[in-house]
């Protein structure tokens, strides 16, 4: 009973830096929940070794082919401590790797003992994604009692996060588990609560106007339609179904609240889309340098962590007022300049064996539900990932390593009825 209480009470712990805002405020709200994160998962894997069972779901997880796979990536990453220019980087960033590392394994754990079914992990989701969202629309509903909202006001709706890219993407990901409870509970007030809630979520995400979302959710759409039309069962058809009319409901209600002129309306933000425009060029010329980078040196690249010292001799001519190129925005070109092809097949393959955990899963089990949910949760992920920088945003680096427990857990066979 008490290592329930206990392993209980750390599940919520992981999630608790993410739902609070520290006080007094911090400048760099990322360390402080990458140092949480790290406290945590500490105590989390020390507590483990004083369960039998729990040690041994620990070394369960430490010896499938996902943790391989992640260890294999921190250690070709620390070995470019030895040919980088700046050696702390490749500390720094190592560091944000092994408490990722750390999450993944404890959450596997916690979540494995306490034989958590989707429906449970859905609603703790669920739950998480609310008080979250009580941030953004507080500030949603202060700006609006004085003036009506417009795109210059977006930075106040970031809420618990660092910026509204990083608020889109953490939002989107408990869209797919919304989708789920309401599609899959027996409970009535769940279903209403789950359905409500998914609308207000996207709501949000239009408000917020980040147009790596509408990328996100074009894509999504896609996916989910190509999945219903070549597994033609009815589950399938009733999730694109529902996320069909959601969107289009919410696109309706943000059109109605924005009005078709506001500078945040999406079509209008989408219209802004202009290879020429500062942004977008950018990001497009990042990309050019990530490519080279890695044409000149495929092996092993420039260190972990050392892009954005190399990234400067590359851009020094387009630097204006200190703005130096700090990211690529596109993590798997960031992993190939900094690691090498090495370093970015094996974390290119710590994914691809997620995915076909769910693959197999999805062709063997009736309830095809929850693994549509959470290869649509990975897929956000990758999406964001080829546009913007998850990689050192240990908030979602959390999100990711949640996915990959929970892929890891339903793909085992003993817990694949827990659904």
Not at 163 to 185: C, D, E, G, K
Not at 333 to 361: C, K, M, P, Q
Request: net charge positive; glycine share 2%; proline share 2%.
């Amino acid at each position: 009973m008490e290592n329930k209480l206990v392993t209980r009470f750390l599940c919520v712990a992981f999630f608790i830096p993410f739902i609070i805002n520290p006080k007094p405020p911090t400048l760099d709200i990322n360390t402080f929940r990458l140092l949480a994160l790290s406290i945590v998962s500490t105590i989390s894997i020390s507590y483990f070794f004083l369960s039998k069972e729990l040690t041994s779901l620990f070394f369960e997880a430490l010896k499938s082919k996902i943790s391989i796979a992640i260890l294999l990536f921190i250690v070709w990453g620390f070995l470019s401590f030895f040919y980088a220019t700046n050696q702390n980087e490749v500390i720094l960033r190592g560091i944000n790797f092994i408490v990722f590392y750390m999450c993944f394994l404890s959450l596997y754990v916690l979540v494995a003992y306490n034989k958590f079914t989707f429906i449970n992990i859905s609603i703790f989701f669920s739950i998480v994604v609310l008080v979250a969202m009580y941030y953004s629309y507080a500030s949603y509903i202060n700006i609006t009692s004085v003036a009506p909202y417009n795109f210059e006001q977006n930075v106040y709706l970031k809420g618990l996060f660092s910026n509204r890219n990083v608020t889109a993407a953490v939002y989107m990901y408990s869209v797919p588990f919304l989708f789920y409870l309401y599609l899959n509970s027996k409970s009535l007030i769940i279903k209403l609560l789950s359905i409500i809630t998914s609308v207000a979520l996207l709501h949000m995400i239009f408000l917020l106007a980040a147009r790596t979302s509408y990328v996100i959710i074009l894509i999504l759409t896609i996916a989910i339609a190509l999945i219903a039309i070549i597994d033609n069962q009815k589950i399938n058809r009733d999730y694109l179904i529902t996320f069909i009319a959601v969107l289009g409901f919410t696109i309706f209600t943000s059109t109605w609240s924005l009005g078709t002129k506001n500078d945040a309306h999406a079509i209008n933000r989408i219209n802004s889309i202009d290879f020429n425009e500062e942004s977008t060029n950018t990001r497009l010329r990042y990309y050019r340098y990530g490519f080279d980078q890695i044409l000149k040196n495929p092996l092993l690249g420039v260190g972990l962590g050392n892009w954005k010292i190399e990234s400067i001799l590359k851009d020094k001519n387009n630097i204006v007022s200190y703005v130096i190129p700090y990211t690529m925005h596109n993590d798997f070109l960031e992993v190939g300049a900094e690691l090498g092809l090495i370093g970015l097949i094996i974390y290119i393959i710590s994914f691809w064996i997620a995915i076909l955990y769910l693959f197999n899963l999805y062709k063997t089990n009736k309830n095809r539900n929850y693994v549509l949910t959470l290869f649509l949760c990975i897929l956000i992920y990758i999406i964001d990932a080829n546009i913007n920088f998850p990689f050192i945003r240990i908030s979602q680096q959390l999100y990711l390593a949640s996915f990959f427990a929970l892929a890891l857990y339903f793909s085992n066979k003993k817990n694949e009825n827990i659904n």
